[in-house]
């Protein structure tokens, strides 16, 4: 199970949400679970201090031209996508969300 998430270091909700993510990945790893976290900063330093800092556990993947992007029809950040085990996008939610709880953190286990 993949879940894509788009954001930015410009974008509060991005980085309040990052920690959650963290901890969703830290539970589900294990279980055939990953995470790609594709940045949309033109420039790639702010992303890079962000990630180290906050030494985030999963893949962080730079998209300063926003091409990744334009494939999955992002229109505002933060945008995540959830694929399932067959590559079928299950689910988009857009905005900030606590992930390691409540309604997408049930989501998500169900598919795992």
């Known amino acids: 199970v993949l879940l894509i998430n788009f954001w930015a270091t410009w974008?509060?909700?991005?980085?309040i949400?990052?920690?959650s993510?963290?901890?969703?990945?830290d539970k589900f790893n294990k279980q055939g679970f990953e995470i790609?976290?594709?940045?949309l900063d033109e420039n790639p330093k702010p992303a890079r201090q962000f990630v180290e800092k906050s030494k985030l556990p999963f893949t962080v993947l730079l998209d300063p031209d926003?091409?990744?992007?334009q494939q999955y029809l992002v229109y505002g950040l933060?945008?995540?996508v959830i694929?399932?085990?067959e590559g079928k996008i299950r689910f988009k939610l857009f905005g900030g969300h606590e992930w390691d709880r409540g309604e997408a953190?049930?989501?998500i286990k169900a598919l795992l």
């Open 66 to 69: 926003g091409l990744a992007a």
């Open 105 to 107: 953190f049930e989501k």
């Open 78 to 80: 933060p945008y995540t």
């Open 21 to 25: 993510l963290a901890a969703l990945y």
């Open 11 to 15: 974008c509060p909700p991005c980085l």
């Open 36 to 39: 790609l976290a594709v940045n």
């Open 83 to 85: 694929v399932d085990r």
């Open 17 to 19: 949400e990052m920690p």
